[in-house]
């Protein structure tokens, strides 16, 4: 991240990213250096969520098209003065994709997430990730657009999600899955690197820190907040090693 603050995004200051190839070739190199936290092999179910780094415009996300209440703002822990669930002036430079789950699936329906799904008998965690991107966002890469992963985290609802970081070139058109995702957001790199982020509440239901990643005028929870902190942290600052699979979900995730 460039703590050279120039450009206001949201609550914070940063310095959009370019997507280029001097990107590409840092993120390679500092997930490769990163030794993985990994989860043996067994009767757990597995997952995958894709991280794919893609270019955005600036000012090219002036509305979100999903509101929340102050009632529905309530199940969020902590202080949420200047928080209101929206997500907009975030885009332009390198970005990441991400997810507002539709409301009409029957696990965490109208939650965030990363592109993703449940590992199917055979596939690798690079295999599901590319596989749910075409199914969920309509793009289609291959392997070569793999960067490296990320450390498992292990979900209150019993998954073990592995991140795979990808890279997506040129101008691309994504055609999201109604059925699976009500809107998909491009979310400048930059925005990892506000000086309020991540931020960190206690909740009495446990002893683990609850990991927030504002974005925009919302908060990012685990797993994909902790998921997001590694990637700014190894992929973008290049501190292999450090951990994030302790980092705690909200109440209202749990299920």
Not at 112 to 134: F, H, N, Q
Not at 204 to 228: C, F, M, N, Y
């Amino acid at each position: 991240c460039d703590t050279d603050h120039t450009a206001s995004r949201g609550l914070g200051f940063a310095t959009m990213i370019p997507h280029d190839d001097a990107l590409r070739e840092r993120l390679h190199r500092n997930l490769a250096a990163h030794p993985l936290h990994e989860v043996p092999h067994g009767d757990e179910r597995r997952a995958a969520v894709a991280i794919v780094v893609i270019n955005s415009e600036e000012g090219s996300d002036a509305h979100d098209p999903v509101s929340f209440t102050s009632e529905e703002m309530s199940v969020v822990p902590g202080d949420l003065t200047g928080f209101d669930g929206s997500v907009t002036g975030v885009a332009g430079g390198a970005a990441f994709l991400l997810c507002r789950r539709a409301a009409t699936l029957n696990r965490h329906g109208g939650q965030w997430a990363l592109p993703g799904g449940r590992v199917d008998p055979g596939e690798s965690a690079e295999d599901t990730a590319l596989r749910e991107l075409e199914e969920e966002l309509g793009l289609t890469l291959g392997h070569d657009a793999v960067l490296g992963r990320l450390d498992d985290y292990v979900t209150r609802s019993g998954y073990v999600m592995t991140p795979v970081v990808v890279w997506a070139a040129g101008d691309i058109e994504l055609r999201p899955d109604p059925a699976e995702v009500a809107h998909a957001y491009r979310i400048g790199l930059h925005e990892l690197c506000r000086p309020d982020s991540p931020r960190f509440v206690s909740i009495p239901e446990s002893d683990r820190p609850v990991v927030q990643v504002p974005l925009g005028t919302d908060l990012i929870h685990a797993p994909t907040g902790a998921v997001l902190v590694q990637f700014r942290w190894v992929g973008l600052e290049g501190r292999p090693g450090q951990r994030v699979h302790e980092f705690e979900q909200p109440v209202f995730a749990w299920k």
